[in-house]
């Protein structure tokens, strides 16, 4: 067993007596000497102020909360501490980080770790700290406690939700380029001509006047009516009085909704009478922006389950049977305790990657009982079930099951004719029925309404039934494959001003029509145009590829911006290294397999390409320009 030796620097994060220390804590964008992903790096030492425990003790106590992390050899504390860092900042999510790294330096270790979120990243490691130096020094640590602080901390994350990390986590996987606009707030997937933006499932490629019209219900559904589709019968009011007269022409039960909305805010089913209907009518009134008038849907309620019907660019792909939450009786808890102990399960966590999210307990809920009877403190004689809501909202403790194998053709036929007159990429038609087993055409069968923004986390990790691997039907849409998503980048060491646009003119003669971007650490260039420079480096090279109209990227990036702020992008066509440091050698890790590496040094010359490899010597006073130039003309 190794150990680190202690170092004869003064401690600098370090608190008194602790063993151990951690410090110049660094991010990472993107590829970097130390992973070929986004990164924390730090170092790690020994104070030598306290004797730390033997590693098997620090394995011992983390393998209790870490069971995967027991049974095995750790080379030092830092490969250890590494490993705990990772294990632990997966959250218990399933979150996708896999690679780390221990280098050791002159004095101490530098641990570099995969992250997706920085700012949870840094309080895993920090946690991981604290938990340590509690086990050295056999003190109480409130693992569980602050370990939810961790996953709150992500949740909370532009990345955190389910939506949006599984089309993020779904991209990484197959290569697709992604990243976040902080900005803008949205996602982008792809790189220049590429590119796609969007908010969850929503896209830049949809039609949003499509996806306005779908939030106004009331001219939804006479569209969808007149087209021939089965919508329920109902009116639009703006008082309770209309409410009421509106319910006695369509008949009890009714169910109530505002005109604009989404997610099934403000929306009560099966109103059975006028004391219900008021509280329904409120509770679609408050769900109605200031700025927007009182319209309010009352229509006809339909018997049978709730099923969302998924269509990806018009193509029926999932579809899922919502039920709302409810608890079974054991015959000596309270409603209010039961539901304490459906919410501690652990597929009830309410993260990205749980199938459930915990039961929200509001006064909908507290009515729905009263109707049955009961309250929070009444007892459930044992295996009894109660439902607890009349909506099967997902978000508020609903139960998702997958009913795709069972959709009757017609139903599928149904779903993709209205996906036709809709320019949008992902879309939900909400229905009720008594079973998708049965065509639409048998009756008992309406539309409830049109979803823009579906949550499709319900579909690819349903509590009950099989997974449909709907992010990647979403993905595919846009790229068949990561080649899809991608422009012809170049990669530089280093070079002058003059030697880029040389390189850009040279790009320009060949294809005139291209939109060249370039920055080197003298500039940023759109073809021969010179643009603002931001004094953060790679937001200029972020700038360059969220430009929907560029056709090829350069880009330089010399060991000095390799080991402050690491690389943007993954993936270079052209690395051209001119007397490289072994920093910048690590570019040739960031190639695609394809890529061309051209290296001098010297006056030697070196270019690899698909395993084949070229060497021979510059003449005296030959310049290194044409070499690479000839490269690129290659490539193009």
Known sequence: MIREKISDDPRINAREKDAFDIFNIQ??????????????????????DLEPLAIEDYVT?????????KDKQYESYGHLLAETIMEVGKLQMNLHPKEW???????????????????TTKAVIYFVWDWWEAITQNDDFPVHKKFKFLQEMFRASVYGGPTVYSLFRTATQKGIPVFYLW????MQYGYGKKLVRGVATTFDRDSHLDSDFTTRKDDCKDFLYTLGFPVP???????FRGALDAADIVGYPVAVKPVVGHKGIGVTANVQNGDELEHAFNRALKAIPETQPVNIIVERSYTGADFRLLCVNGKFVAATERRPAWVNGDGNSTISELITKENSKPERLDTPTSPMGKIQVDEAMEMFLDEQNLTMDSVIEADKTIY??????????????????????????????IAQHFRMVCMGIDVITETLAESWKSGNFAILEINAAPGIFMHLNPAFGESVDVPSFIIETFFKNANEARIPIITFNRISMKELEETIDHILLKYPGWTVGAVCRQGVFVNRSKKVMHKNYNTNVQSLLRNPKLDLLIAEYCEDILESDGMFYQGSNIIVLDNPTATEKTLVQNAYEDATIVEKQGDDISIRREGWIENYQLRSGEPFTPVYLKQIGTIL
């Open 27 to 48: 991010h990472y964008v993107g590829p970097n000497p130390y992973l070929s992903t986004a990164a924390i790096v730090f170092d790690f030492d020994l104070t030598g």
């Open 61 to 69: 106590e983390i393998s209790k909360f870490c069971p995967q992390l």
């Open 101 to 119: 790294s221990v280098t050791s330096c002159k004095n101490h270790q530098r641990i570099a770790v995969e992250t997706i979120h920085a700012r």
């Open 183 to 186: 900005d803008e707030g949205l």
């Open 233 to 239: 019968k109902g009116d639009i009011v703006s008082t």
């Open 388 to 417: 607890l809501r009349k909506v099967a909202n997902l978000s508020a403790g609903g139960v998702s099951i997958d009913a795709t194998a069972t959709v009757h053709p017609d139903n599928i036929i149904l779903a993709q004719d």
